[in-house]
T-cell receptor
Framework: NAGVTQTPKFQVLKTGQSMTLQCAQDMNHNSMYWYRQDPGMGLRLIYY???????DKGEVPNGYNVSRLNKREFSLRLESAAPSQTSVYFC?????????????FGNGTRLTVT | AQTVTQSQPEMSVQEAETVTLSCTYDTSESDYYLFWYKQPPSRQMILVIRQEAYKQQNATENRFSVNFQKAAKSFSLKISDSQLGDAAMYFC??????????????FGTGTRLTIIP
């Protein structure tokens, strides 16, 4: 199984440019998440989706939009990139088999905005 | 809102020795779940161990064990017989018990563990 696949792995943008980070999981998971990781800040939740067709804001949603295209795919869009959005972005998914189910993570996208 | 605190930004340990990483959290909930994740230089996030708050027994996974002190809201990770492959960033995470559809994890800021050969 591929698990959670994120594309691209690396990206450099200029301020003001837009891009979409793609995420897909093949584990039939219900919930999907986007986190960003910054030095000294840990992982912070940007948006999440409990099921197809639903999305909710996390801790740091400003400057981002998401789309849960279907059960497998959850994309993150930056409409007008800013240097403050330089970060490593992780997509994750969860299968509601039990309350202690762990998150399964993709390998991350390193984004640099100049 | 729940918060998770890892007060040790960096730790180091001699190979084959034991090290303990600390984590405290703040919550008003009585039922919740705690996790430790490992992030090696490859950037991959790997689940190390998990603990249910309603269980008094501390979780163990081979060389990894936790000291869960519910009253003190403390959840430390002990790594025994440290190996070079244990070198990584370690994140503590909290998730409250909730209806399915709202399972968000709150992470600490991480502890970078170095293993000294």
């Amino acid at each position: 199984n591929a698990g959670v696949t994120q594309t691209p792995k690396f990206q450099v943008l200029k301020t003001g440019q837009s891009m979409t980070l793609q995420c897909a999981q093949d584990m039939n998971h219900n919930s999907m998440y986007w986190y960003r990781q910054d030095p000294g800040m840990g992982l912070r939740l940007i948006y999440y989706s409990a099921s197809e067709g639903t999305t909710d804001k996390g801790e740091v949603p400003n400057g981002y939009n998401v789309s849960r295209l279907n059960k497998r795919e959850f994309s993150l869009r930056l409409e007008s990139a800013a240097p403050s959005q330089t970060s490593v972005y992780f997509c994750a998914s969860l299968f509601r088999s039990s309350y202690n189910s762990p998150l399964h993570f993709g390998n991350g996208t390193r984004l640099t905005v100049t | 809102a729940q918060t998770v605190t890892q007060s040790q930004p960096e730790m180091s340990v001699q190979e084959a020795e034991t090290v303990t990483l600390s984590c405290t959290y703040d919550t008003s909930e009585s039922d919740y779940y705690l996790f430790w994740y490992k992030q090696p230089p490859s950037r991959q996030m790997i689940l190390v161990i998990r603990q249910e708050a309603y269980k008094q027994q501390n979780a163990t996974e081979n060389r990894f064990s936790v000291n869960f002190q519910k009253a003190a809201k403390s959840f430390s990770l002990k790594i025994s017989d440290s190996q070079l492959g244990d070198a990584a960033m370690y994140f503590c995470a909290y998730r409250r018990e909730t209806n399915f559809g709202n399972e968000k994890l709150t992470f600490g800021t991480g502890t970078r563990l170095t293993i000294i050969p």
